[in-house]
């Protein structure tokens, strides 16, 4: 039986279901992506973030639709083969593995950046270790232990606003920059969008959870995802203000850590310690909820013989600790060559192929429902497009050579274990 820290029994009413999804969605996408969002729109960075959450409204429906259709792991895998065919399949999975694998290197680099920066990529590599070893042993973070670490990250997160919003700037207000001064700054919105979409990812935690045991009530699950991206946008608009109150959006696109800077620039050096281990401790069950992502969409495609089924090999607790192991290699291996800017974009580039598929499954899954929830779909796989083809040429020509690589090694192992 799969150990628990807290048991999640509960869970399928509803009242532990909204911290399953905000502990895996508050995390390096608030901490950090108001940099990168700043860096490519400046001060219209703030309509990046309503567009980015247009796109997870979209994909949070038709993801929890998928689910409803498709029980246990791999409901977007499911949907989309069922509906659409074999290749968007692997090419959706593909996108999604590879997509985590990055967020799992990226947090693990960030949390290595707040524990010890002069060592960051070895301790990367020691909590991707240590977090995979832990899940497959069951560890699995609900109920009051799921409400403490969001308690933990919100405490975080307000005690830098406040500290910024506290201590006038050094020199006075920063200059910022004229919105009508700069074209690149207008065009750079949707760029900021693609970006800030990493920062509600997680979502389908709660949309679509691998276990029945995490399910709650249709209502339930449409009330609580909405209240958990409504959170999560009132943290980055909160913690994107509150950083260039203090920097500026200069500056702030030039942070490669903004919570460290921002707090040595409102002089509260003394804290930069305290605030930097709370918030890597905070991100640990982001990285557990990642890998429990990946290990959705891997199980589902070693159901179906897309992966080899040696990796669906469950130990003692129940988890398939190869596919785990697997993941957590690579992850360890990319969070050692990549910082966690560039390992984000491409995540996010990734995870937006990978919705825009989800949306068109979702769409034709639909066809013969509700008119709003198909149309929603249709949005959300335009903007999801858009979106993804905004993200830097690097992080669009890596997921290209992942949709590439990926199926033809799916179908390799398909008629190989055939």
């Not at 807290?6 to 508050?26: C, F, H, I, K, Q």
């Not at 998928?66 to 692997?90: D, F, I, K, N, W």
């Not at 990226?106 to 240590?130: H, T, Y």
């Not at 920062?199 to 209240?227: H, K, M, N, Q, S």
Request: aromatic residues 4%; proline residues 6%.
């Amino acid at each position: 039986m799969t150990r628990q820290v807290e048991t999640d029994s509960r869970a399928v009413t509803g009242r532990d279901a909204l911290p399953l999804a905000l502990s895996g969605m508050v995390g390096i996408g608030v901490l950090l992506g108001p940099a990168p969002a700043a860096a490519a729109a400046g001060p219209w960075a703030p309509l990046g973030l309503l567009i980015a959450l247009l796109a997870a409204v979209c994909a949070s429906s038709a993801v929890a639709h998928q689910s409803r259709a498709h029980h246990g792991p791999g409901a977007t895998y499911a949907c989309v083969r069922e509906r659409m065919g074999l290749l968007p399949a692997r090419i959706g999975a593909s996108a999604h593995l590879a997509a985590q694998v990055a967020a799992i290197a990226a947090i693990a680099r960030v949390i290595g950046e707040f524990f010890l920066p002069s060592a960051s990529a070895l301790v990367a590599g020691a909590v991707i270790l240590l977090v995979v070893l832990s899940a497959t042993t069951g560890l699995r973070i609900r109920g009051a232990a799921a409400w403490l670490w969001v308690a933990l990250s919100l405490a975080v997160i307000v005690l830098v606003v406040a500290i910024c919003f506290a201590i006038d700037p050094v020199g006075g207000l920063p200059a910022h920059v004229d919105p009508g001064a700069s074209n690149e700054s207008a065009v750079g919105i949707i760029g900021a969008g693609g970006v800030l979409f990493l920062a509600f990812t997680g979502f389908e935690r709660l949309a679509a959870p691998t276990e029945d045991g995490d399910r709650a009530p249709w209502a339930v699950t449409r009330r609580l995802t909405t209240i958990s991206l409504v959170v999560v946008t009132v943290l980055l608009a909160a913690m994107t203000a509150a950083l260039t109150y203090q920097l500026g959006w200069e500056r702030l696109a030039l942070s490669p850590m903004p919570i460290r800077d921002v707090l040595t620039a409102a002089a509260a050096a003394d804290l930069v310690p305290l605030v930097c281990v709370g918030a890597a401790v905070a991100l640990l069950p982001v990285l557990l909820g990642a890998l429990e992502s990946l290990r959705s969409t891997g199980l589902g495609m070693v159901r179906d013989g897309e992966l080899p089924r040696v990796l669906g090999r469950t130990g003692p607790a129940g988890t398939p600790y190869l596919l785990d192991l697997i993941a957590g290699v690579a992850a360890v291996i990319v969070s050692q060559l990549i910082d966690p800017i560039a390992l984000m974009s491409f995540a996010a580039c990734a995870l937006l192929l990978h919705y825009a598929l989800a949306n068109a499954g979702a769409r034709l899954l639909l066809s013969d429902g509700p008119t709003w929830p198909m149309r929603g779909a249709c949005l959300g796989m335009g903007l999801s497009v858009v979106l993804a083809m905004s993200m830097p040429v690097s992080a669009m020509l890596t997921t290209l050579g992942v949709v590439v690589v990926g199926p033809l090694l799916a179908g390799i192992v398909s008629r190989r274990w055939k």
